[in-house]
């Protein structure tokens, strides 16, 4: 999946869950959300422990979207099973 299609995939879910209102009106969301997006450029071997670094320092409804992210494309869902997988 290409940079532009993480992004998207982010804010549709982030839509469809009800935040673009607090996407739109705060801005430590919004920038929480970015530093989710640029996970994009880390290297492959450093993915889930740059992620592991961030999660924490997210907000509330950002750690909703990092649940997502994580799920889909870093560790899987409950049964471990990646929707995407990273590749260089």
């Known amino acids: 999946m290409c940079f532009f299609h993480f992004a ?9 869950n009800g ?6 009106a705060n801005g430590r969301f919004r920038n929480d959300i970015r530093l989710l ?4 450029f880390v290297p492959p071997s450093l993915i889930v422990s740059t992620f592991d670094e961030l999660r924490p320092t997210l907000s509330e409804n950002a750690r909703l979207v990092a649940d997502y992210v994580e799920a889909t494309y870093i560790r899987g869902n409950t049964n471990g099973a990646l929707v995407f997988h990273p590749q260089f």
């Open 8 to 16: 998207k995939s982010i804010y549709r879910w982030i839509i469809n």
């Open 19 to 24: 935040l673009r209102t607090e996407y739109v």
């Open 37 to 40: 997006v640029s996970i994009a």
